[in-house]
């Protein structure tokens, strides 16, 4: 199992059966605050899809096709954050995230970012990564600056969601451009 420890309190670690009763409460708590930006978030999401995610979250790192970890504060679920999909063949990945809210602004999302580029450049061999968003999420927009992301484009109304068209910004970054164990 893949685990990576960000600092005293917080740590990631790949989804394992169990993990889906901690999950949906974290989003029964923040469905609000979900649903404004997180694409799979939905009125009626359940205990149900908690389960579904993890067991293929599990079966996705098995067959390589995506890694996804949950993020702990200690033993208490706060958050996801992911490779969302792999092109070997390209050396290409994207990163996808969410925190509870009450997570939010205290660097989580950064420093996570920060050990799963590492990873992804050094491990993983990977040449790029992504990072998507809406262009109104700017807590999203601000991670991957503060990272050096390259702000790539946008491609407008691309994403409906909410009632209404939303334009999604694209950050990348290169492996030549990345210090390995660079701070935040």
Known sequence: ???????????????IDGDAEQIYATIAV???HLTEFMLWMKPDYSIVDARE???Q?????????KLN???FRGDSFIGTIGFAE???????TE???WIDKSGEGKGTISRSCKSLIDYAFKDLKMNRI?????????RIAAVAERLGFIKEGVMRQSVFRNGRLHDFVTYGLLASEWKVGSAV
């Not at 792999?86 to 290409?92: S, V």
């Not at 992504?130 to 700017?138: E, G, M, S, V, Y």
């Open 1 to 15: 199992m893949i685990r990576f420890q960000i600092d005293d309190e917080i740590n990631l670690r790949e989804f």
């Open 86 to 92: 792999f092109d070997h063949q390209a050396k290409a």
């Open 69 to 71: 970890f949950g993020i």
């Open 95 to 97: 990163i996808g995230y």
């Open 57 to 65: 979250s599990i079966v996705d790192a098995r067959q390589k096709l």
């Open 53 to 55: 995610f993890v067991a």
């Open 130 to 138: 992504l990072i998507r968003c809406a262009a109104d999420n700017l």
């Open 30 to 32: 923040n469905r609000d």
